[in-house]
């Protein structure tokens, strides 16, 4: 069974920065790609950065883009999203979700039913 740790979540103020954790646990991730997922309130939750574990390869949803980035960390076995410019509509929770043999585009375009693991969310919230 694969458990998704996640931490970094809290308060900000718009432009700032926050770091998100993912610590995926209970096996490898060679063949596996993670990524973050968000949900604000009233909202669908909507794909916002992936990585694949092995090769590095990452893709970001349009607002994402030149403001945050995913890495992984192989030693710690974790992955990061590192955001940065933060605007108010960043906010609602952040998922972390883990998608077994597939790519960081494929997860992209994936549906909630097709992740194959979620994390419980940490709240990001972005004040103006």
């Known amino acids: 069974q694969v458990q998704l740790v996640e931490s970094g979540g809290g308060l900000v103020q718009a432009g700032g920065s926050q770091r998100l954790s993912c610590a995926p646990s209970?096996?490898?991730?060679?063949?596996?790609?993670v990524g973050w997922f968000r949900q604000a309130p009233g909202k669908e939750r909507e794909f916002v950065a992936a990585?694949?574990?092995?090769?590095?390869?990452?893709a970001y949803a349009d607002s994402a883009k030149g403001r945050f980035t995913i890495q992984r960390d192989n030693a710690k076995n974790t992955v990061y999203l590192q955001m940065n410019s933060l605007k108010p509509e960043d906010t609602g929770v952040y998922y972390c979700?883990?998608?077994?043999?597939?790519?960081?585009?494929?997860?992209?375009?994936?549906?909630?039913?097709?992740?194959?693991?979620w994390g419980q969310g940490t709240q990001v919230t972005v004040s103006s």
């Open positions: 979700a883990v998608s077994k043999f597939t790519t960081a585009q494929a997860m992209g375009v994936m549906t909630q039913s097709q992740i194959d693991y």
């Open positions: 209970g096996r490898t991730f060679s063949r596996y790609a």
């Open positions: 990585i694949r574990w092995s090769g590095g390869f990452t």
